[in-house]
């Protein structure tokens, strides 16, 4: 009865059992201690280092680095966690290539950065091998600080809060705190229930209560929490999903990407997660990269990525493109989405090639179609579920430089929030400096 | 190809890589192998008394330094003489000298520092049809304990002694090894010379202690929880013994004793490097050692290309460098460079600055943009900078020309003039 790839519709199993967990591993496992001592050697210990400026959380990358070739990993973990307290997370799932190793002067100089992201993992992953936590708690505040969302800026405000000694209660819509480490990205870039082990090692600090099942609008209001806590940290992500705008997107087998990912990371055995043998990914970003690729592991026969614009304008960044290829993925750039067909369930999917004049898109009047068995849309996500009154900016809930909203005692963090691009460390980043800032204003006495 | 034939103290050899006393010619195995591969001599591993052979640890005798990538710097070895007995060897070395007739076989002999243990043994080595003796007065670790190895080179009244009765021995030409671990190589060398010796090798190799294991608190290697000094030998020595060939070689008193240049000689770049300072050969062990017997082919091509590419024959190349060694006080304080960054080259890593900023002279600026410009008026020329720079060329000197202003200084360029007669030399004002 065994499925393959060429199976007709979408169906589980198209590959042998047990090939998934290959398919599925490590996309870079961790450095060996060797490997490591070579790679940090390659580190020239810049002075006022470019990476160090590139990266949103600023990790001291030349001295965890430092610490890294002279046999201290966890020293080096330190160096990175005092920054950025999801740096495991961060070490695996950021785009370094965009940021620190882009600027890296070896990359300029040599084409070939220090590889800063591995090495990151490789110190991160050493201590908490240990199982240690390197952080005490600060005497009791008595002050208690709401975090709405269990993401990465959630999870950021939470340690730093605690951190200083406040109490902290985190709600989460969803069953498990992670946010869209747990729920978002692809699994081979965190397998082995990273996400999890991270948040566990995490919330090791104390002083952290978790809520799940919760959410603003759903057994939470703005005003109630407001009332029972000295400040609120919203960090809700973005819950909406872009539509297509294309006729018969209501078909079946038309899906936000964000959910055949969500559903992928929660799956106890991908053999028995149904894929289609005609897939097709809708967009140019990341998750519609992890969308593409992970459709391609689990046994899709043609999986293709349809952009509207150029490959300049793709916001996956090069490398997550040539991923997407290596793996088998055809991308295709500069086509729209025009029409979904098919007789319940769709079949095929027409585009239309665009052109850029002047910034502005415009359709050329030639169209292709692709035969698809299933469709993931994943053309942004948008905010959704914001407390009433607070104001808004590009969509997003207005902040300024420390997080704080246009409502006195409430900031705002992460992907949710204006400002930055919609990464883990940026997240991370916001996270903590709204929680330093909550911590300033909370003490002022 | 360049004839890469080389007469050292009248020893020819087809080319001038010897390998040194040393585990590498310990016996007629490793030895023939070495011939086979090319190496054009051999110092046998040093011979001790008839009887009882030396003993060695059965623990580790090495330690090393390695670069982040298992790249062997330096090496550092508590072995001792040949624990083999004497009758063994002497057989196999007549059997290979009478095998490879073209390729230089000396003995490195270490016997008590006693006229007839000298006297007794050089005559029944020299049986065996070697070319000529190395006497090892440079092991600083074991056998020094018992009055031997750097034990009698650090004493200069010992070395003439002991050579004199060698050199009463036998006609062969004797080679006097020396130890680094003295104030300064020339007594020793010039001991070398009053006792008789034909030449002189260096270095021997340096007391040392390479690690220390921070759980158990000994030096490395460790034997049973307790480590003693060795000797440091490889690559991380080579400017050490350069330096001590370079005295010898300019000393009036013994600028005419052939050196057979010793320590961390690891390319043909090494060798050349040696030669030009005055060796006349060179002898190779760590490197040997590290990457095995295959390294003379590279050295064997790669000194022969630079020959001919400077049409020069393997004897022109022996001490060209030694007149340009000189003392502090002779070079030209009127010689006046500014560092230069050439900012297509620079990666913008701000080392140089760094250094500059910290360390030195604080004559490197940093722009906003990352761009770093040489302060003219504050350059002392020093050159951290160029050796701190992870890119080669990207900073080089520029030599300002005569009558140019130095803008530190604010003074133009003058003509030749150092120390000696500098103003600012009590000695020289005094002497006027």
Redesign the interface.
């Not at chain 2, 670069?67 to 298992?70: E, H, M, V």
């Not at chain 2, 990666?347 to 080392?351: E, K, S």
């Given at each position: 009865m065994s499925n393959t790839p060429l199976t007709p519709g979408i169906t589980a199993g198209r590959l042998p059992e047990e090939s998934y967990a290959a398919q599925f591993s490590d996309l870079h496992p961790v450095l060996d201690d060797h490997e490591a001592l070579v790679a940090a050697d390659r580190c020239y210990f810049c002075h006022d280092a470019p990476c160090m400026t590139a990266c949103p959380t600023s990790i001291d990358v030349p001295l965890f680095i430092r610490q890294i070739m002279t046999g201290t990993p966890e020293a080096a973990a330190k160096t990175i966690f005092d920054q950025n307290i999801l740096g495991g997370m961060c070490a695996r799932v950021c785009p370094t290539e965009t940021l620190c190793e882009e600027v890296c002067v070896r990359e300029i100089a040599e084409g070939k950065p220090v590889e800063i992201g591995r090495l990151q993992r490789y110190a991160t992953d050493a201590l908490m091998a240990k199982g240690v936590h390197p952080y005490t708690r600060a005497e009791a505040t008595g002050k208690k600080v709401a975090v709405v969302g269990a993401g990465p800026a959630g999870l950021a405000a939470a340690h730093r809060l605690a951190l200083k000694g406040h109490d902290v209660v985190m709600f989460d819509a969803r069953p498990k705190s992670g946010g869209l480490n747990e729920y978002g990205i692809a699994s081979y870039k965190a397998p082995d229930g990273y996400a999890q082990k991270e948040v566990d090692w995490l919330m090791q600090i104390g002083g952290i209560t978790v809520e799940t099942g919760k959410k603003l609008g759903d057994g939470l209001t703005l005003e109630g929490l407001k009332a029972d806590y000295d400040a609120v940290f919203l960090a809700i992500g973005l819950a909406g999903v872009n539509a297509l705008r294309a006729e018969g997107e209501d078909a079946e087998g038309v899906l936000d990407a964000v959910d055949f990912i969500s559903e992928l990371r929660q799956a106890a055995d991908l053999s028995k997660l149904p894929v289609g043998r005609n897939v097709v990914v809708i967009g140019g970003g990341m998750t519609a990269v992890d969308a593409a690729v992970q459709a391609k592991l689990l046994g899709a026969q043609n999986v293709s990525m349809v952009y509207r614009r150029g490959r300049a304008s793709m916001s996956a960044s090069e490398y997550e493109q040539e991923l997407a290829a290596s793996k088998g993925v055809q991308i295709f750039y500069n086509a729209a989405p025009v029409a979904v067909y098919g007789d319940g369930a769709v079949e095929e999917i027409e585009f239309e090639y665009t052109s850029e004049e002047g910034g502005s898109l415009k359709g050329t009047g030639e169209t292709f179609r692709l035969p698809a068995d299933q469709v993931f849309k994943a053309i942004g996500q948008t905010l959704d579920g914001a407390p009433e009154g607070i104001e808004i900016t590009g969509g997003k809930i207005a902040v300024d430089a420390v997080g704080r909203t246009s409502i006195a005692g409430v900031w705002a963090g992460g992907d949710c929030a204006s400002g930055g691009e919609d990464l883990t460390v940026t997240a991370v980043s916001e996270g903590r400096d709204a929680a330093e800032d909550i911590h300033a204003k909370l003490m002022e006495g | 190809m360049a004839d890469l034939t080389s007469t050292f103290c009248g020893i020819t050899s087809p080319n001038p890589f010897w390998l040194a006393s040393a585990p590498p010619t310990d016996k007629e195995y490793n030895v023939r192998r070495a011939f086979e591969a090319g190496w054009g001599g051999v110092v046998w591993k040093t011979l001790g008394e008839e009887g009882p052979p030396v003993v060695n640890v059965n623990g580790p005798r090495y330690g090393a330094i390695h670069?982040?990538?298992?790249r062997l710097l330096g090496l550092n070895n508590i072995e001792l003489i040949t624990d083999r007995p004497l009758e063994v060897n002497l057989e196999e070395m007549t059997r290979v000298k009478k095998d490879y007739p073209d390729r230089a076989l000396i003995a490195s002999v270490m016997v008590p520092c006693d006229a007839d243990s000298w006297k007794n043994i050089i005559p029944r080595i020299a049986e065996t049809g070697c070319d000529g003796f190395e006497l090892n007065f440079g092991c600083p670790h074991g056998m020094a304990e018992r009055g031997m190895g750097s034990a009698v080179g650090q004493v200069p009244e010992y070395i003439e002694m002991v050579t004199r009765w060698c050199k009463e021995s036998t006609d062969l030409p004797v080679i006097v090894k020396l130890t680094p671990n003295i104030t300064n190589i020339l007594y020793p060398a010039e001991a070398a010379l009053r006792g008789g010796a034909d030449a002189v090798s260096l270095i021997n190799t340096i007391n040392s202690i390479t690690s220390v294991n921070l759980d158990a608190f000994s030096p490395e290697p460790m034997i049973d929880g307790k480590g003693t000094h060795g000797g440091y030998c490889g690559p991380a020595v080579k400017p050490i013994a350069m330096n001590m060939v370079a005295e010898i070689a300019r000393n009036p008193a013994t600028a005419k004793l052939p050196i057979s240049g010793i320590g961390g000689v690891t390319t043909w770049r090494d060798a050349a490097e040696f030669m030009a300072l005055g060796a006349g050969n060179v002898q190779v062990c760590t490197a040997a050692m590290t990457y095995g017997f295959k390294i003379v082919e590279e050295m064997i091509s790669g000194l022969s290309q630079y020959l001919d590419e400077k049409e020069m024959a393997l004897s022109d190349l022996v001490g060209k460098a030694t007149p340009n060694v000189t003392d502090w006080q002779y070079l030209n304080l009127n010689h006046v460079t500014k560092a230069v960054i050439n900012q297509d080259d620079c990666?913008?890593?701000?080392?140089c600055?760094?250094a500059c900023e910290d360390t030195s002279h604080q004559a490197i600026e940093?722009s906003p943009d990352?761009t770093f410009t040489v302060k003219d008026d504050e350059c002392v020329a020093c050159n951290l900078c160029v050796n701190v720079c992870?890119?080669e060329g990207c900073i080089t000197m520029k030599t300002l020309g005569k009558g140019e202003v130095d803008e530190r200084t604010g003074k133009p360029v003058g003509d030749y003039a150092n120390w000696t007669t500098h103003p600012n030399n009590v000695a020289a004002v005094s002497a006027e």
């Open positions: - | 670069g982040a990538d298992r990666i913008n890593c701000g080392r600055y760094a940093m990352r992870p890119i």
